[in-house]
């Protein structure tokens, strides 16, 4: 089966702070991909990155940051220097060789707000 | 526009009614998601087509649920004998397929179904 975790139900931060959102997930298959969505208060949610289970290697997009971990399975997001327009819920997610690549397990999300 | 369009938006209806929400997806993307999110949690994937057959139905919950895409583009969910429980946020996503990877989801703003 598989599994994402979001520990974090809910994160307050003030502007210009950084902050990190972790995921953790499961899965037995040895191919995989993880993203990262963003869901603003109008509903849409909105593609941030996917990464395969090959390529560990971090990546950095702007204020934005990702650490792939196999050996923790988790796939953490961070941003950096927030701003207002950040606040949004963002959801992490999953899909396998085995289950369907088409097929995304999403966690629960992490609520983020930052205030000015 | 050029993105996902989800009609309508906002839906109340009565337990045991019958409901059909559709799904116009980017032009050209061949294929088309639905997913439900309910209050507080992620989105959780119902069925996927790939042009005009159901690919993926494993996450219908049971057979008041159908789904139909007769011309390789629009889609509409049917519910039949609604119930307090199928309340949620109803999302659809579309992608161009690329053979043997997962394309980018683009998901639209989502029907809200409330069932009284």
């Known amino acids: 089966a598989q599994k994402v975790t979001q520990a974090q139900t809910e994160i307050s931060v003030v502007e210009k702070e950084d902050v990190t959102l972790d995921c953790v997930y499961e899965t037995r298959d040895t191919t995989y991909y993880l993203f990262w969505y963003k869901q603003p208060p109008s509903g849409e949610l909105v593609f941030l990155i996917r990464r395969n289970s090959f390529d560990e290697q971090n990546e950095i997009s702007g204020r934005y940051s990702w650490n792939f971990q196999k050996s923790t399975s988790s796939f953490n997001f961070t941003i950096t220097a927030s701003q207002v327009v950040d606040s949004a819920v963002y959801f992490c997610?999953?899909?396998?060789?085995?289950?369907?690549?088409?097929?995304?397990?999403f966690g629960t999300g992490t609520r983020l707000l930052v205030s000015p | 526009g050029a993105g996902v369009s989800q009609t309508p938006s906002n839906k109340v209806t009565e337990k045991g009614k019958y409901v059909e929400l559709r799904c116009d997806p980017i032009?050209?993307?061949?294929?088309l998601y639905w997913y439900r999110q309910s209050l507080g949690q992620g989105p959780e994937f119902l069925i996927y087509f790939q042009g005009t057959g159901a690919a993926d139905d494993s996450g219908l919950p049971n057979d008041r649920f159908f789904a139909v895409r007769p011309e390789g583009s629009v889609s509409t969910l049917k519910i039949q004998r609604t119930e307090r429980g199928d309340s949620a946020v109803y999302l659809c996503?579309?992608?161009?397929?690329?053979?043997?990877?997962?394309?980018?989801?683009?998901f639209g703003e989502g029907s809200r179904l409330t069932v009284l």
């Open positions: 032009s050209g993307h061949t294929a």
């Open positions: 996503a579309s992608s161009f397929m690329s053979p043997g990877g997962t394309g980018e989801l683009f």
């Open positions: 997610a999953l899909s396998g060789m085995n289950t369907g690549f088409q097929k995304l397990v």
